[in-house]
């Protein structure tokens, strides 16, 4: 673990490689698991605002359990999060042709309707951060449905900082990003 401003950041940000391989996983993070996608305090206003735009964009599976629900849900442990349809898929999970996994808002960006690509957790992944009240830590997070990518980035050597350098930026900014990549120029000498 090293320290960047108000962060703690873990080594195998930049040790490890990651390129998501959505032909192999099929978008499996947005499917699997107990739980919906983290979200931020921010995001709950702007979820709030984008959903008329996002609407269209939804399968109906997850439009009915977002109109039951709302737009995101609160868990047993307190942490906000976006709904699930019947305790899997994110509810704003959509299928392309190929049935792999992709997000409505993020196709809502695409195409123009709205200017909020997705909640930052999802934008990181598979770099999770925690917020404490001194610091937030920034992990890597090992998950076996992500081999395939964990595969590519190393046959491509794009580490996970490099994958996730737009998010890291939303997230923390271009200054911490530029001391993130100095920190890992060191780290290679």
């Known amino acids: 673990m090293f320290q960047l401003g108000k962060t703690i950041v873990s080594e195998d940000v930049i040790d490890k490689d990651f390129v998501c391989n959505l032909s192999a996983c099929k978008g499996a993070c947005c499917v699997d698991g107990d739980a919906g996608a983290p979200l931020e305090a921010d995001e709950i206003k702007i979820l709030k605002a984008i959903y008329p735009k996002v609407k269209p964009f939804l399968r109906k ?14 868990s047993e442990e307190g942490e906000l999060e976006t709904p699930l349809i019947n305790g899997a898929d994110c509810a704003y999970v959509i299928f392309d042709e190929n049935d792999v996994a992709l997000c409505a808002i993020e196709e809502a960006y695409n195409q123009g309707e709205i200017d909020w690509k997705k909640p930052v957790s999802c934008h990181l992944y598979p770099i999770r951060v925690q917020d404490y009240s001194e610091f937030s830590a920034v992990n890597y997070h090992k998950w076996q449905i992500c081999d395939d990518a964990c595969t590519l980035g190393k046959e491509l050597q794009v580490p996970v900082y490099k994958f996730v350098k737009e998010a890291l930026i939303r997230k923390f900014g271009a200054d911490w990003y530029s001391e993130l990549e100095k920190v890992a120029a060191e780290r290679k000498r």
Not at 61 to 74: F, N, P, R, S, W
Request: glycine share 14%; net charge negative; charged share 30%.
């Open 61 to 74: 599976e997850g439009l009915d359990a977002i109109e039951k629900q709302g737009v995101y849900v609160t």
